[in-house]
């Protein structure tokens, strides 16, 4: 069965094989209180240091991180799933990757927190962070301008990332599967 994936992969015109790698994080909110009431920190910290070059679609088609050549966000939410039935108390929010010796990339960003609804879908930059992503030291920066909400809201984020990889990585895989 790898092996006709591996023929139906190369059969495909171009050299680069595109793998989506996704996730999910959560994190809790808290309640603001009359004297703390601006959203200072809110708390994505497994989602932002995540190791993409280990998610588990791309070991399964024994992908080294050499073999990446692009990865750009093909898909970024953020949903209210249990406290404040939405993500009003947001005015914005904007993730950005960085590396030493690299530019910082923006990657997604929203400014439309609507009230009454609890999923918002951010617009994406279409920057490839490939260069970002095999850094040792990559990491994802949230940004965050808003208040706290009125109750303890759980946020879940919701991704899914493009990932080009050459097809060699791939046929080395197969390879070593036999």
């Given at each position: ?39 200072v920190d809110f708390g994505f910290g497994e989602f932002v240091e995540m190791d993409l070059t280990t998610a588990e679609e791309l070991r399964d088609q024994g992908v080294e991180p ?113």
């Amino acid at each position: 069965m790898r092996n006709l994936l591996l023929l139906v992969l190369l059969g495909c015109d171009g050299s680069l094989v595109h793998i989506d790698v996704d996730g999910k994080a959560q994190t809790v909110v808290e309640a603001g209180t009359l004297v703390e009431d601006l959203l200072v920190d809110f708390g994505f910290g497994e989602f932002v240091e995540m190791d993409l070059t280990t998610a588990e679609e791309l070991r399964d088609q024994g992908v080294e991180p050499g073999d990446i050549v692009s990865a750009a966000m093909t898909l970024f939410t953020l949903e209210s799933i249990d406290g404040q039935g939405d993500l009003s108390f947001l005015q914005r929010m904007t993730l950005t990757a960085t590396a030493p010796d690299l530019d910082a990339v923006e990657i997604a960003t929203c400014d439309d927190f609507p009230a009454g609804e609890p999923l918002v879908t951010f617009v994406l930059s279409g920057a490839d962070f490939a260069p970002h992503l095999v850094s040792k030291e990559m990491s994802l920066i949230v940004d965050i301008s808003g208040r706290r909400p009125t109750v303890d809201t759980t946020v879940e984020a919701s991704f899914i990332v493009d990932v080009g990889v050459t097809a060699q990585g791939v046929a080395n895989a197969a390879d070593e599967g036999n």
